[in-house]
T-cell receptor, first 111, second 113 residues
């Protein structure tokens, strides 16, 4: 079945530095979703990308969907301590199964 | 507030005991699912349901049972708890299994001793 791979697994940054996490799929995705999970919390839906090459922004967060619809990225500009958490990408398998989640990138921000 | 409600938040079980984790949503979502989250393993799908009366297995279904008698409720039953089932369990719901964002409950932290 489809696999969704995320890199890096961990990232430590100084507050104010930028951060990027990447998501790669073994198959073409009809859409890609991103979630954030704060420490001790539950995953929260951030955004869904559908179109090839799509770019969406939410304040300091920029989400991109690759032209081939096999990869995606999340970029955070000038990280803040409130950005701490694990970021997951998820996409539907080629069959009719539910979303497949990547293992996540854990971000820690050093003040 | 609208959302997904999970109970209990914490539970300690002895090996061999059975229990039911409750999940309820009030958003009229057709799709509901259960995940377990273990360190370094991400979110692994246990069981899911695309509507009342319809359930299917996910990636790690062994040792768990589900049923969906109403649109709102999707309980997860542990038949005979084992230490390997120590984990954090999340229930999630959505309008559809693939093309809409999921709403997650706050989770149940389960320890089996």
């Amino acid at each position: 079945g489809q696999q969704v791979m995320q890199i890096p697994q961990y990232q430590h940054v100084q507050e104010g530095e930028d951060f990027t996490t990447y998501c790669n799929s073994s198959t073409t995705l009809s859409n890609i979703q991103w979630y954030k999970q704060r420490p001790g919390g539950h995953p929260v839906f951030l955004i869904q990308l559908v179109k090839s090459g799509e770019v969406k922004k939410q304040k300091r967060l920029t989400f991109q969907f690759g032209e081939a619809k096999k990869n995606s990225s999340l970029h955070i500009t000038a990280t803040q301590t409130t950005d701490v958490g694990t970021y997951f990408c998820a996409g539907p398998d080629s069959g009719n199964t539910p979303l497949v989640f990547g293992k996540g990138t854990r971000l820690s921000v050093i003040a | 507030n609208a959302g997904v409600t999970q109970t209990p938040k914490f539970q300690v079980l002895k090996t061999g005991q059975s229990m039911t984790l409750q999940c309820a949503q009030d958003m009229n979502h057709e799709y509901m699912s259960w995940y377990r989250q273990d360190p370094g393993m991400g979110l692994r799908l246990i069981h899911y349901s695309v509507g009342a009366g319809i359930t299917d297995q996910g990636e790690v279904p062994n040792g768990y049972n589900v049923s969906r008698s109403t649109t709102e409720d999707f309980p997860l039953r542990l038949l005979s708890a084992a230490p390997s089932q120590t984990s954090v369990y999340f229930c999630a719901s959505s309008y559809q299994r693939r093309n809409y964002g999921y709403t997650f409950g706050s989770g149940t932290r389960l320890t089996v001793v």
